[in-house]
């Protein structure tokens, strides 16, 4: 579990099925994630096994945050793994009744510190459409490093790159 001043980070559990699947149904949400399409209860469903199942294989993975103050289910921030990319995807979505408060913000920076302090990685990696302003304005507040589009899940989407060495 990852606490913040204003944010829970934790693993995700089977009771977070309809509180995800509220987020996850917004378009304004799922048309950034994967191939933009829309998402069913049985999609999340499964999502929230993968992630299960990422954190056992690989010892990260993706967390649900949660608004510390109201218990409020509001997405999730953390990793994926991307073998096209030999490497972690720092990911984030979150209800956009949250947006434009710095909660991506927080998620993240908080994401990055934990596996900095993992040790595990020296590097990883950010993917947002080339149209999604408001994401590509998180990750360069990250200090993430543009390298070029690639070709990832049948779309095209700009990537960035953070090394741990060069971050201090």
Known sequence: MIDTNRLILRKFT????DAYYQIMKEKSVYQWLGKGGQRTKEHVLKTIEYYKKHWIQ???GNFAVYLKDKNELIGHCGFNCIDELGGF???YALSEDHWYKGYASEASIACLEWLEKQGSLSKVYALSYPDNHRSIHVIEKLNFIYIGNKHLFGVDLRAF???FQSRH
């Open 14 to 17: 089977d009771s977070d099925l």
């Open 89 to 91: 995807e720092l990911l």
């Open 58 to 60: 690989y010892g990260i």
């Open 161 to 163: 790159e953070l090394n």
